[in-house]
Structures are given as C-alpha cells and as structure tokens.
C-alpha cells in the first residue's frame, strides 16, 4: 500500500466577503457538551416522529449480528431548516461520497455496517449509478424490446451487482435516513445507545458534515419568513450546534473505537484544528482533510503518534483508485488494536 508523507498544499484562498472571513477558522474551538447541554438541545428539540422505528430496526440488527463487527457511518450534510413548515434551509456541499465508498470497503471486510445518512445523498453500491454524471440510463440499451445493460459495462456492473445482492442476503446493510441537524443529532444519540451491546466491535466512522450553526427550536419561524419582513434583508442569528462528540465518547457509546472527520479549506489551519478536536473529546482517531483535495489525500491525526498521510499516488490517481481503498484497511488496523486491548483490560478487570 502506498502510504506515503506529504506537504500540505500551499494555503488556499480564504472565503471572505469584501469585510473580510466569513468565519474565523483560526479561533479555538467550542467547548465541548455538558450533560446539562445534552438536556437543553434534547429536551426543547423534537425527535423525528419515526425515530423509535430507527432504534427497533437498530436493535434487532445488533443482535443478529452478535459478536460480529459493526460501523456505524455517517454521511452527507445536515440541513439548517430557517422555517417550521420548512420552505428555505441552509444546505452544505457534501454529497457522501466518502461515507458510500468507505462503507463499501467496510462490507467487504466483514463488518455490518449502519449507514446514517442524509435522505437522497450517495448510498453503498447504487452510487456507481445514481450521480448525475454517472446516469444509470446511459449504462442501458434496447436489445430486442429489452432493456440490457451495454457490453462495455457488464463486467463493472456485475461487480457491483453481486456485492450489493450479497450484502443484502446477509442483512449487512441498515440505511437510516436524516434530513435536518435535529434529526441527526437524535438519531445519532438513540442509535449509538442502541450499538451499546456490540461494545468494542463498534467503530463509529463519522464523515457526515454536521452543521456548526442552527436557529434553535424557540427562535423559528413557523411559516414562510415573508419577503418584505425584515426590509428586503433576511437577517438571522443562529446559535452554535452544541459539540456532542465528547458526549457520544464519554456515555453515548463508551467502549466504542470513535473516528472523527476534520474538514477545512485553509491548509495551514487543518492539523492543528485536527489536534485540539483530538485533545478536547479524547477520541481515538480524526481524520483530517482538505475540500480541494480530499478526495486524494487525508491525515490521521490520534493520540501518541505522528501524523500519517494516505495519499494516492499519481499512477492511483490517475487509474480512479478510490482513496477509501486505502483508509479502511488503516482504520481497521486501528480497530483491531482497540478490540485487543479492551478485550485484554476486560480480562484483568
Ligand atoms: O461527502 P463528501 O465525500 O463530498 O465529503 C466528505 C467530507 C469532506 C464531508 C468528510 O470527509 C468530512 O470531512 N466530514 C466531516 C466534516 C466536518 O465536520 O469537519
């Protein structure tokens, strides 16, 4: 495997309005979540009405698969709805293409996988088909009054085909829907306190790209903001999403190996972010990446090593490797240190 150290890129031009950053990245980080955090958003925020669904479906997977490994991704962006009865909200620009592939590769490792993403983005096999650049129709044609997939594809369809077939003969596969930063955040928590039972064959991989800033419950607009409301400006003040993670650490899923994502788009601010996240919510792993670039190269950043880059070489590159073929294979060397050694302080305790 190619793991090779790299420079980062030279800095990239900074988002900024004529006033200058839209945000300043360089400020530390949120505090992370208390219990009494945790209460405030969960209390005065409404699960989603299916919720309870997600958590029986979650409940009966992590039985069936006892004693098996389980990955819980996440993936895609949360949405910032800015009315009740939604009609305009705060998107972002991940697609979950890192969290479709990589549970592509987890499957093919053995593990379960608990794929939380956002409703409509990428999903585990049909992403080679369903992205706009990638119509399924254009892989079609009449043949006889049939419709066939064309010679050229089959080999590269069957493939995916028979992947897709067998994860779902062996229920390897759960899909768990999220549209709004609320939802997600229920979801998250309910699901991760319903993976308790696996313990340490849990490996929560967490790609999504959560949003930072939402208009709290007691704030929105019930109906449509009007046009003329605020004098043709639309001006809003929305609050911080509290940083759960070191909740999820510390009681959502304690035994778990936790793997966070970092994503920024100034290289000269990216491991540093990456090492305080580490050092604020004690994880186990965060993955650190560039939007210009991630899709060739990322950093782990975790505790008492150096950095390690994966990247592609160019030959990878150039033959459409997909990066996530090279950072599963690390993640689980990971994780089977992680089981090693809580199996072994289960042992002494
Ligand atoms: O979905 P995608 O493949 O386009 O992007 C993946 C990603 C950049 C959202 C992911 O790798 C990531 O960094 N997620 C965490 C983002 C963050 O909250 O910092």
Redesign the pocket.
Known sequence: MDYTRHHLPPPTRRLSTEGGPVIDRTIPLLPPALEIDEHNFFDNSDPPEYLEDLIKETEEFVKFHNGRRIALVT???TTVPLENQTVRFIDN???????A?SAEYFLENNYAVIFLHRQF??QPYSRHYSHATNCFLDYMEEQDGKVVVGPKYQAEMISVLRKYQAAKDKNLLLLLPFTTIVQYLHTLRAVSEALQPAGCRALFY?????S?FFVPPSRISEHKIQSKAGGNQLKMDLDPVPKFLTRLVDKWAPSAMII?????TDSTILLSKAHQALERYSHQLV?G?L?QT??YE?VFVEPNSPEFWIRLSDRQAKDQVEVESLIIPAVIERHNAWIKKSDEMAKDS
């Open positions: 993936s895609g962006g620009f991940s697609a979950g293409t890192r969290g592939t983005s990428l967490l790609a999504a790209a959560v930072d966070s994502f970092k994503l920024e993955i990446n939007l991630r899709k990322v």
